[in-house]
């Protein structure tokens, strides 16, 4: 069976059925239906389009054009969002189906339709009919020409109702990719927590010194790109995130990953209040992360006790300075720069600050301060 999708019709408000009802005029009348047959389809498709309404919520009418026995016909596929059709009154001594209206029901659809289907749950329903004229004419290509121009001179007569129609699909169009985001969003989430997880599982079951090391800079990275997700999804602001928030995160992970060995050091964040974009929200907290990792691994060597204090001043408009600093060893004399280093961490530090087109400075004189400022945001 051909069939050839022709307009949409909304279904929300008693306005929608006068919309309804002219389209349903306009594509018998190309289809050719007598006046009696014409009269019995229209009233056949409000009833359908009434029962959406008022017992489906919000419904859509789809018109097409359609055959049936190879012979030219007007398809009415109408769906909602109601709580379903109770089976018994889909039988045919049932009781009565519709409460308004022409109080035709579902029944008396039923009998003028030439093909009647329902498919209903705790879902929705959705009913496909079709509706043919005793004379059909025969099948041809040019019918649905016939009938798109048929409709396009109905909404030039009514612009207004045609330009309501196609923003109400813009706005479900819209809301269903939210929708969508959203869903995504949340599996993001859950799957970057169940990441961080195993990385501590793998982490508390590995015997090898090098493997923990590995795993635990693994978990600070990966827990910065999962508090990052968090804070988008939180926000208020679309693409904003809370940095001082999320560096909090940051601290917080590294001091659980790093804990338990002799080493007891803390870190102390001071960040003022910034919403950045959430691009650059996250590879701040990614280069703090490294070099918070850093401090933990070479700061501190021989000692049992130490300090990190990560601090981040500015606005966006006018530039944000970023300063990780440690009381520790430092830089020997014949130390070869560190910011020069080969190893992943300074390598995405570098990449990270070539990125945002930002300076990076290195001292190591008393204990190892660095210096990153990040120009003024667009």
């Given at each position: 069976m051909k069939t050839a999708k022709l307009i949409t019709v909304t279904l929300e408000k008693s306005a929608d059925v006068a919309r309804l009802r002219e389209v349903a005029m306009t594509l018998t009348s190309v289809l050719q239906f007598g006046p009696f047959e014409r009269t019995r389809t229209v009233t056949a498709v409000v009833e359908l389009g009434r029962n959406a309404i008022e017992h489906g919520q919000k419904g859509r009418a789809t018109f097409s054009l359609t055959e049936v026995n190879d012979k030219?016909?007007?398809?009415?596929?109408?769906?909602?969002?109601?709580?379903g059709i109770p089976k018994e009154?889909?039988?045919?001594?049932?009781?009565?189906?519709?409460?308004?209206?022409?109080?035709?029901?579902l029944r008396g659809v039923q009998r003028i339709a030439t093909r009647f289907d329902v498919e209903t749950g705790h879902e929705g329903t959705q009913i496909d009919a079709a509706f043919q004229p005793s004379g059909s004419l025969p099948a041809s290509p040019r019918l649905f020409d016939q009938a798109t121009e048929a409709l396009n001179e109905l909404s030039a007569k009514d612009p207004t109702a045609a330009l309501s129609e196609q923003n109400r699909e813009l706005s479900e169009g819209i809301a269903d990719r939210d929708l969508l985001m959203q869903e995504l969003h949340h599996r993001t989430g859950n799957n970057l927590a169940l990441i961080v997880a195993l990385i501590r599982m793998s982490k508390s079951q590995a015997v090898q010194e090098e493997t923990q090391q590995v795993l635990t800079e693994l978990e600070v990275r990966v827990g910065s790109l999962a508090k990052a997700h968090e804070l988008m999804q939180r926000g208020t602001n679309a693409g904003k995130v809370d940095l001082s928030e999320m560096l909090d995160e940051v601290a917080r992970t590294s001091q659980r990953a790093f804990?338990?060995?002799?080493?007891?050091?803390?870190?102390?964040?001071?960040?003022?209040?910034?919403?950045l974009d959430s691009k650059l929200a996250i590879d701040i907290g990614l280069i703090i992360g490294e070099l918070i990792t850093n401090a933990f691994k070479y700061a501190f060597v021989g000692r049992d006790k130490g300090l990190i204090r990560v601090?981040?001043?500015?606005?966006?408009?006018?530039?944000?300075?970023?300063v990780v600093s440690d009381n520790g060893v430092g830089l020997p004399a014949d130390a070869g720069r560190p910011e020069r280093s080969n190893s992943l961490g300074w390598r995405m530090i570098r990449t990270?600050?070539?990125?945002?087109?930002?300076?990076?400075?290195?001292?190591?004189?008393?204990?190892?301060?660095?210096h990153i400022r990040f120009p003024a945001q667009a």
């Open positions: 030219p016909a007007l398809g009415l596929r109408v769906t909602d969002q109601g709580r009154n889909l039988e045919p001594d049932g009781p009565p189906t519709s409460s308004a209206g022409m109080g035709l029901g804990s338990g060995g002799a080493l007891d050091a803390s870190i102390e964040v001071s960040c003022e209040a910034l919403q601090e981040v001043t500015g606005e966006p408009e006018h530039g944000i300075a970023l990270l600050t070539f990125q945002h087109d930002a300076t990076l400075t290195v001292d190591g004189a008393d204990g190892l301060r660095v």
